[in-house]
């Protein structure tokens, strides 16, 4: 048994219509805009299937899967402000700084949100 301080477990692409529900090294902060979410509910959505099917040519073997869902925030990077440790959210697969003019207008599809640290184009 893995553990559990230092692992956790994660649904694994391993090729088409191949998926492996594995033990992996726990996330850790990497740029201050980071957090680390404890995932307590999540589901499947269309671009996991496309994933899953091998329709993705970007997403190679030891990709791990799932970007939606609800949990618990559990450390936060130097440069997150709106939420700490305990905090419930959702993640969402649209991302948005809540900053620039389009994420203020609520704006968030096909722009690029000029003030995320990532330069996400949603």
């Known amino acids: 048994m893995a553990d559990q301080t230092t692992t956790m477990k994660a ?3 391993r090729g ?4 492996e529900w594995t033990d992996v090294p726990k996330p850790t902060i990497q ?3 980071d957090a680390i979410v404890k995932v307590l509910k999540t589901t499947i959505c269309g671009t996991d299937l496309h994933i899953l099917k091998g329709d993705v040519p970007a997403v190679t073997n030891g990709r791990i899967l799932g970007h939606e869902g609800v949990g618990v925030i559990e450390e936060v990077g ?3 402000n709106n939420f700490k440790k305990g ?3 959702l993640i969402s697969c649209i991302t948005s700084c809540g900053k620039c ?3 203020k207008k609520l704006n968030f ?3 690029k949100c000029v003030a995320s640290p990532c330069g ?3």
């Not at 088409?16 to 998926?19: A, F, R, S, T």
């Open 11 to 13: 649904l694994v692409y």
């Open 16 to 19: 088409p219509g191949e998926k």
């Open 31 to 33: 740029k201050s805009s």
């Open 87 to 89: 905090d419930r959210v």
């Open 109 to 111: 599809r096909r722009v």
């Open 101 to 103: 003019d389009n994420c």
């Open 78 to 80: 130097t440069g997150v």
């Open 120 to 122: 996400v184009k949603t």
